[in-house]
């Protein structure tokens, strides 16, 4: 029978089977399930909906279900207070869960994107103000004393001008499963994909009306819509309206293989999307060698596509237009961007981004030394934290010994893809870790948790 005891609890608004779930939450799945193989006791509290029972246990971590879309938050206080986690990871979809409220574990807010933006598309203007008051003001002030985790150094920046100091955020990059093998070939006609939930602030509008635009010069190109969303049929309705609706498939939901056997058939794969933490499908596509045109404004965007090298980042419709017509008319450059996002992508691992979140939580529960009591559960979390990150930098041989790219002097993987800019690493350190986790927190909450393994 399973304890009661939690030593990390992830409190989310979804998770990865809930209708529209994304790559925010295959992150936060990724993120415990790798927690949860070190030996941890790992829950995910989310909202209930009905492709899940209310509770399961999903590759060792325990997934509870509780409350809808807006009240799944009150649920998830209640939850923290009752079962008192060792740590709390409180991912902030825009709205925060309020965690330091509810107890005095620990907190590490998980941030993929800021939500400026957002908020007015799907709220409207006084809903939408109200909302970015919650996260732009109260939020910084409630996680004062918290660590932050995010994906990009373009969210760092965002959260540091909310007041966010930068020495509380590290950036944790989204990992990348290696792609199934596909027997789909390039599509012999041009054929463009998107990829996502469908909901207003992806912008898949963009992606219809560059259809439009380009099929008199192109009228053998095709735009695969895969995903599913509460926006559907108004997408169908503009793909009625501009004339398109002979040149868009609308897949639905897809499965991996299916979804991956979709990517391979694709020239040019599009990201409209008015922010992104990272664009995970960036990563997706590349492995199939298919370079991605996106907006510089979307943020993460700036990080997973390698501009003018792995794809293309734009300013507007017009230069997303252009863009895609480029790399449809010009195959080598097409085809040579697609390389590039390929190794951009292989340069990522789910192992590396677990390790380094595994050194946020271990700080964070050194953090915790003040009291006695919670002192004896940072000691017990850093060991089994020490042996998370042993396992996931290749110092376990269970891995077969692949090792991540080695770090530059200035702290960036080797290579041509020039990594994470924002990466640093402590002077002297005996090994490098492939994000900008500093082996001076690894230190400090060695020095404050003394019973850890160095």
Known sequence: ??????DVLFVNWRDASHPEGGGSERYVHRMAEGLAAAG?????????????????MVNGV???????????????????????PRLVVDVQNGLPFLSPLAGSAPVINLVHHVHREQWPIVFGRIGGAVGWWLESRIAPRLYRRSRYVTVSGATAGELAGLGVEPERITIVPNGIEPPPAVTAHRSPSPRLVVLGRLVPHKRVEHALEVVARLRHRWPDIRLSVVGEGWWADELAATAERLGVTDLVEFQGFLDEQSKHEELARAWVHLCPSVKEGWGLVVSEAGHHEVPTVGYRSAGGLTESVLDGRAGLLVEDLDEFTAAVERLLAEETTRRTMGRAAARHAASFSWPASVSAFATVLRAAAGDSAASAVVQDVGRSLAALLDGVVRVHSGLDTEDGGRREPAAT????????????????????????????????????????????SA
């Not at 941890?40 to 399961?56: F, I, Q």
């Not at 325990?62 to 008192?84: D, K, N, Q, T």
């Open 1 to 6: 029978m399973r304890s009661t005891a939690i």
């Open 40 to 56: 941890l006791r790992v829950t995910l509290l989310c909202a209930a909906h009905d492709r899940g029972p209310a509770e399961e």
């Open 62 to 84: 325990h997934v509870v279900r509780r409350g809808g879309r807006m009240s799944v938050y009150p649920r998830a206080l209640a939850f923290v207070r009752e079962h008192r």
């Open 409 to 452: 002097a200035d702290g960036q993987q080797e290579g041509d893809q020039g990594l994470h800019r924002g990466t640093r690493f402590h002077e002297g350190g005996r090994r490098a870790v492939t994000v900008e986790v500093a082996a001076m927190i690894h230190n400090t909450a060695t020095t404050q948790t003394p019973s850890a």
